[in-house]
């Protein structure tokens, strides 16, 4: 049986912040090493999910039940190459919008662009365009409690591949630069991935600690364009379904799950 990994001790109200604390849940898919968010309001019980695979939906949406939570949204920051989202599932289950940028060509009930705002409750995330690992990556900041969401561009001690699906090493580079690195440092760094064993990390570890982000922009382009990785395992699988937001995978028995 695959095992699952599930935070629930990262409920934070950050000094000199909001004042309205936040539901926060990190859960975990060991097949692609993906980190799924659950963000609720307390004050008025809606909820986002960021980055849900869809093997681990029904765990995801169990969860916003038991905490008496309900989805309003499920928003991926890219679309995915390594797992079929969960966002159209959890549109059946729940009624929830998906989110995903516009750039990605995806399908979503809601695309957005630099500088929306997604709000759920007392609660908003800001949207950062930072293309180089796919055109359409986004990355959520969450200011008032100084969290941001990087999916791919920005990963602990590492960064997404730029090799494949309009990947590129400079427009990442600048992305990361111009965009996470000049947050708060304080800022706490939570990716779409890690297969380290890391949770988080911070905006300031990121700035110093990078391997490969702490370099040049020419040494970085070289770093990436030598990575020599392979084939990502289900991109074969993901890349077509996540086109359509993941609909073409969802189980005949949906619909009555959601009843459940």
């Known amino acids: 049986m695959t095992k699952t990994r599930v935070m629930f001790n990262i409920v934070r109200r950050f000094s000199g912040y909001s004042t309205e604390p936040l539901i926060f849940r990190q859960l975990f898919d060991n097949i692609s090493s993906t980190y799924t ?52 599932y959890l549109r059946v289950l729940s009624g929830c919008k ?23 409750g007392c609660h908003s995330l800001k949207v950062f365009s930072t293309p180089g690992h796919t055109n359409g990556c986004v990355t959520y900041y969450n200011p008032n ?14 960064c997404g591949r730029t090799d494949f699906q309009e990947g590129d090493p400079k427009t990442l580079y600048k992305s990361v630069h111009s965009k996470i690195f000049t947050l708060p440092g304080s800022t706490l760094v939570f990716p779409a991935h890690d297969y380290k064993g890391f949770l988080c990390s911070s905006v300031d570890e990121e700035r110093r ?10 040494e970085f382009v070289e770093i990436m364009n030598n990575l020599n990785l392979s084939y990502p395992k289900q991109i074969d699988r993901a890349l077509p379904a996540n086109r359509v937001c993941g609909v073409q995978d969802i189980p005949e028995d949906a619909k009555r799950d959601s009843a459940i």
């Open 37 to 88: 968010y659950l963000l609720g309001c307390p004050k008025t019980r809606e909820c986002i999910i960021i980055d849900p695979v869809l093997e681990q939906v029904k765990r995801d949406f169990q969860l916003s039940k038991d905490l008496g939570l309900k989805l309003k949204y499920a928003i991926n920051t890219h679309m995915h190459a390594d797992h079929v989202t969960g966002t159209g």
């Open 98 to 120: 998906t989110i995903i940028s516009k750039a990605s060509g995806a399908a979503a009930d809601i695309y957005v662009n630099e500088n929306d705002q997604i709000v759920f």
């Open 145 to 158: 409690q100084g969290l941001v969401f990087t999916g791919d561009a920005l990963l602990i001690r590492g």
């Open 209 to 218: 600690l990078n391997p490969r982000l702490t370099k040049s922009e020419t």
